[in-house]
């Protein structure tokens, strides 16, 4: 069991500079997050975008300023659980909130704080009514280990380098047959694995089906068979034991929404006086939080990580008065 | 008016709704729709990054051509066709007075 003053969900921007002003008032910090690094969307999706708004840096790379609150935040030694994700949480008799990632790692503080930006990245799944009746019984929006698939009639969708690369890879003697299926005629993965398919599709290792798109799923407890619709010769069935949507990542708010906090708008819903969620305990502070005339901005959400901290302190410790100490005046120590 | 453009944008439910959109707020369609409270949600905040703001384009204004990422997102979208953009894609210009657009469904 990790034990600490504020678990941050998330981080990113907002959650690494939440370690600093903790630090601060000597609050300590443990950072969880379910991509394997910290920086969140600036380091997962745009670190080479410039920002021109964060105050004092008429320039910054999404990337840098990352490294820039790694190394404001390291005086502070923060704890991280990276490549996790949040799944769970209970309170504990003595106020505490124990909370547990997708691999079972279990956190406890008496505050939690959220900072999850836009949410978990979670693979893009196709609009067919009942998909959800076959995940994990034939349909697997990725693909953990490739021998599942030894010996077995496999069919996968998408466009991209994914798509492309599960299909040379699983045609290499892992899967008994492999269907690669897709809605236009042009690839979007790298030339070299597009080519790759093209060859191996002309000497009969992967089946190519191009303008073609898997518009229903059938089978009984386990997938069966796919309808596909062709644009040259319409509808069709495939038979087949496992079906890869490949269709990339989107971000989605993910097990939080069943936490029991207000939700609005795919959001959090906050007080604005200390960024407090309806349960005591549990905050939420930058681009997951809204509030009446919210501004989803890294700058903004600085200002409610600052704010949070002061009311974090006060409930951690009732019976202590705080007095706000300017940096310039102590510096910056450390534990 | 100077610097507004008419813009007519077909809801999921088929209804028309005609917008006022300035061309001198450096804005573009998904934060136009935003602007008027449709339903768009545009996630990413316009870096064309996710599909939210999907949509088709109905009148035959002619276009920038996409970006690589805006063909890659399309590539990962659903209900694809043809006439799809992302609305975030497409900046408000002058040249784009009359353009009539259709929200696509929400997919994924």
Sequence with gaps: MIETDIIIIGAGPCGLFTVFEAGLLKLRCHLI???PQAGGQLTEIYPK??????????EVLAGDLITHLMKQAEPFKPGFTLGERCESFEKTDDGKFIVKTSKGTLHKAPVVAIAGGLGCFEPRKPP????????????EYIVRDPNFYKGKKVVISGGGDSALDWSIFLANGVAEEVTLIHRSKSFRGHPDSVQKVLDMS????????????VIGVSGNGVLKTLQVDRQSDGPGVIETDHWLPLFGLSPKLGPLADWGLNIDKNSIEVN????????????AIGDINIYPGKLKLILCGFHEATLMVQSAFKRIYPDKNYVLKYTTVNGVTGF | MENIINITVVDREGKEHNLEAPTDMN?????????????????????AMCA???????????LPEK????????????????????GCQIHLRDELDGLKVQLAEVGG
């Design chain 1, 33 to 35: 997050d379910a991509l």
């Design chain 1, 49 to 58: 975008k410039p920002i021109y708004d964060i105050p004092g840096f008429p």
């Design chain 1, 128 to 139: 067919i009514n009942n998909i959800a009746d076959f995940e994990d019984k034939g349909i």
């Design chain 1, 202 to 213: 002309a000497s009969g290792k992967i089946k190519l089906l191009t303008d073609a798109e």
């Design chain 1, 272 to 283: 604005t006086f200390d960024y407090s969620t309806n349960i005591p305990g549990i905050y």
């Design chain 2, 27 to 47: 804005m573009n369609m998904m934060e136009l729709c935003k602007s008027y409270e449709l339903p768009v949600e545009g996630t990413c905040g316009g870096m």
């Design chain 2, 52 to 62: 939210t703001c999907h949509m088709y384009i109905l009148s035959e204004h002619e």
């Design chain 2, 67 to 86: 970006s690589d990422d805006e063909e890659a997102m399309l590539d990962q979208a659903f209900f694809v066709r043809g006439n799809s953009r992302l």
